[in-house]
């Protein structure tokens, strides 16, 4: 390890010194060979291969995973990825990015285009006020974006880098005039002036009055960043105070991050009476592995409910209030994936009921121990979670009751279709009034159609890119990290 063929001098963003040491390429590949075979979860199903037959070191990685496939009939392993080290490093320490403060879903990449608002963050460009509205909202679709037609047009190279440029900025105070069409069919020219912006954890926090108690609801976007601790004890105390009797947990677009903090949230949650003397998640290594963590060469005690700040922006030790809950309501839809999947099956094994409104979430029992060699962080499946009643077989992720899904580990709750003609945590957008219905008479909607539910991005194949995101945003929002503030970190 750290034998490189290019070595690194100086510090990393966090001050570290690099350990990199004068090697090869070769070496490189050798490291990545072994570690696999140590590591892996699946390392028996991993066909070796010679590392003299390769050039590149990532195009090695690639091959170090199996090629089996779940019951579905989708790979085995669909999260083997890699990064550059400081992409990872500006990720999990909430590094500004350039931006509006929206996040756009590309549902169609080639004409007709079709690009839409998911959300907007409060205090940025995209919130800025127009005519005493939002410059964006919730579903308002991209017609124009510096005079070129995103809609049909973008022919040319040319007028496709402008599409890309004004909906993706890459630094802060550019400036780009788009037409806008609303949910509500009235379209406006604006203009967005890019900001250095660092994405809320907690996109937003509402009480919502009923006839039978006060309802809170948490938009919850990621675990990633070490804000997200902070974030999530602020919100929970604040509904405390407001005395909720039910929580609604959006995590339609929550891919994932830091499992501490997801241990976190579920004790907040469920309250120190259901978590005592339970764990949160006990992980399984490949079958060499025994009762010893491959990676860390320790032995492999299980993730508890973690009842006070860790360090990340809470203060170790530091106690945290609870809203000890017997049930929560969670939002889902595909992009509900990892640590997001990890609060469901964590709630699920201490008997909490969890109610799953909305669509079937991605399939991530699985996580890493991202590790960096040479400049280069590796993501390799290591374990798999299981709960305190040992069950962790969600390949195919979790769906409502009465969902269509075929494969999905079924649980209470409704299938429900992403709205965006209405704003997250507006009561009468379709998964939260879902929720409130079923808690009100424990009825759900008419479920959708075969094949229907949650839009998806469309694959990156076509003119323009497929997010609003930086590539190394949006794939580690698919990841969960193990990691406490002064040990390496481990992905989900």
Same mark, same amino acid.
């Given at each position: 390890?750290?034998?490189c063929?290019v070595v690194?001098?100086g510090?990393?963003s966090q001050g570290?010194?690099?350990?990199?040491?004068?090697?090869?390429l070769?070496q490189?590949l050798?490291?990545?060979r &072994?570690w696999t075979n140590?590591? $892996?979860?699946w390392n028996?199903?991993?066909?070796d291969?010679? /590392?003299?037959?390769?050039t590149?070191?990532?195009a090695y990685?690639n091959?170090?995973k199996?090629?089996?496939?779940a019951?579905?009939?989708k790979?085995?392993?669909?999260?083997?990825f #890699?990064?550059? #080290?400081a992409?990872?490093?500006a990720?999990?320490?909430?590094?500004p990015?350039?931006? $509006?403060?929206?996040e756009?879903r590309v549902?169609a990449?080639t004409?007709? +285009?079709d690009v839409r608002?998911?959300y907007?963050a409060?205090g940025? /460009?995209?919130a800025?006020?127009?005519?005493?509205?939002p410059k964006l #909202?919730r579903?308002?679709?991209?017609l124009t974006?510096? *005079?070129?037609d995103?809609v049909n047009?973008?022919t040319?190279?040319?007028?496709i880098?402008t599409?890309?440029?004004?909906?993706f900025?890459r630094?802060a105070g550019e400036?780009h005039?788009?037409t806008?069409r609303? /949910?509500d069919?009235s379209e406006r020219?604006?203009?967005?002036v890019s900001g250095?912006?660092?994405e809320?954890?907690?996109n937003?926090t509402t009480v919502?009055?009923?006839?039978?108690?006060n309802?809170?609801y948490?938009?919850?976007n990621t675990f990633?960043?070490?804000?997200?601790?902070?974030?999530?004890?602020?919100?929970i105390?604040?509904?405390k105070?407001?005395?909720?009797?039910d929580?609604?947990?959006d995590?339609r677009y929550?891919?994932?991050?830091?499992?501490a903090?997801?241990?976190?949230?579920?004790y907040?949650?469920a309250?120190q009476a259901?978590?005592?003397? +339970?764990?949160?998640?006990r992980l399984?290594f490949?079958?060499?592995?025994?009762?010893?963590? !491959?990676?860390?060469g320790?032995?492999?005690t299980?993730?508890?409910f973690?009842?006070t700040?860790l360090?990340? %922006?809470?203060?170790?030790?530091?106690a945290?209030q @609870?809203?000890d809950?017997?049930?929560v309501?969670?939002l #889902?839809s595909?992009?509900t994936?990892s640590? &997001?999947?990890?609060?469901?099956?964590g709630l699920? *094994?201490?008997?909490?009921?969890?109610?799953?409104i *909305?669509?079937?979430?991605?399939g991530k029992?699985y996580?890493?121990y !991202?590790?960096?060699?040479?400049?280069?962080?590796y993501? &390799?499946?290591?374990?798999?979670?299981?709960?305190?009643k040992s069950?962790?077989?969600? !390949?195919?992720?979790?769906a409502?009751q009465n969902?269509?899904?075929?494969?999905?580990v079924?649980i209470p709750?409704?299938a429900?279709?992403?709205?965006l003609?209405r704003?997250l945590?507006?009561p009468?957008e379709?998964m939260?009034a879902?929720a409130?219905?079923?808690?009100?008479?424990? %009825?759900?909607p @008419?479920?959708?159609? %075969?094949?229907?539910?949650?839009?998806?991005?469309?694959?990156?194949?076509g003119s323009?890119a497929?997010?609003?995101?930086s590539q190394?945003a949006?794939v580690?929002?698919?990841? +969960?990290?193990? &990691?406490? !503030?002064?040990?390496?970190?481990?992905g989900?």
């Amino acid at each position: 390890m750290d034998r490189c063929a290019v070595v690194r001098t100086g510090n990393d963003s966090q001050g570290r010194p690099f350990p990199d040491q004068a090697g090869s390429l070769v070496q490189e590949l050798f490291w990545l060979r &072994s570690w696999t075979n140590q590591t $892996y979860l699946w390392n028996a199903e991993v066909i070796d291969q010679n /590392p003299a037959g390769f050039t590149d070191r990532i195009a090695y990685f690639n091959v170090l995973k199996t090629n089996a496939q779940a019951a579905s009939g989708k790979p085995k392993d669909q999260f083997h990825f #890699t990064l550059p #080290t400081a992409d990872y490093l500006a990720q999990i320490t909430s590094a500004p990015e350039a931006g $509006y403060g929206a996040e756009l879903r590309v549902f169609a990449n080639t004409p007709p +285009r079709d690009v839409r608002v998911l959300y907007t963050a409060s205090g940025t /460009p995209a919130a800025e006020l127009l005519v005493g509205t939002p410059k964006l #909202t919730r579903g308002a679709r991209f017609l124009t974006v510096d *005079g070129v037609d995103l809609v049909n047009g973008g022919t040319t190279q040319a007028q496709i880098d402008t599409l890309n440029n004004g909906l993706f900025p890459r630094t802060a105070g550019e400036s780009h005039t788009f037409t806008v069409r609303y /949910p509500d069919n009235s379209e406006r020219a604006i203009t967005l002036v890019s900001g250095s912006l660092v994405e809320a954890p907690v996109n937003r926090t509402t009480v919502l009055t009923t006839a039978n108690g006060n309802v809170g609801y948490i938009l919850l976007n990621t675990f990633s960043p070490f804000s997200s601790e902070k974030a999530l004890v602020d919100a929970i105390a604040a509904l405390k105070t407001q005395g909720v009797n039910d929580v609604v947990l959006d995590l339609r677009y929550n891919g994932g991050g830091l499992l501490a903090v997801a241990s976190q949230l579920s004790y907040m949650l469920a309250g120190q009476a259901r978590t005592a003397g +339970r764990f949160f998640e006990r992980l399984q290594f490949n079958a060499a592995a025994g009762t010893t963590n !491959p990676v860390t060469g320790g032995a492999n005690t299980p993730t508890p409910f973690y009842t006070t700040g860790l360090g990340f %922006t809470v203060a170790s030790g530091a106690a945290i209030q @609870t809203l000890d809950l017997p049930r929560v309501y969670i939002l #889902t839809s595909p992009g509900t994936c990892s640590a &997001s999947e990890s609060v469901i099956n964590g709630l699920r *094994g201490i008997d909490v009921e969890v109610v799953l409104i *909305g669509g079937t979430t991605c399939g991530k029992p699985y996580g890493f121990y !991202p590790d960096d060699n040479c400049g280069q962080t590796y993501f &390799s499946i290591q374990f798999k979670g299981i709960n305190d009643k040992s069950f962790g077989d969600y !390949p195919d992720g979790f769906a409502a009751q009465n969902s269509a899904s075929t494969f999905a580990v079924k649980i209470p709750g409704c299938a429900v279709t992403d709205d965006l003609t209405r704003e997250l945590g507006d009561p009468g957008e379709a998964m939260l009034a879902a929720a409130l219905g079923h808690r009100a008479n424990g %009825t759900c909607p @008419t479920p959708p159609p %075969t094949g229907q539910g949650v839009a998806r991005v469309a694959d990156d194949s076509g003119s323009i890119a497929t997010t609003g995101r930086s590539q190394a945003a949006e794939v580690l929002r698919n990841i +969960r990290d193990l &990691s406490m !503030p002064d040990q390496s970190g481990g992905g989900r």
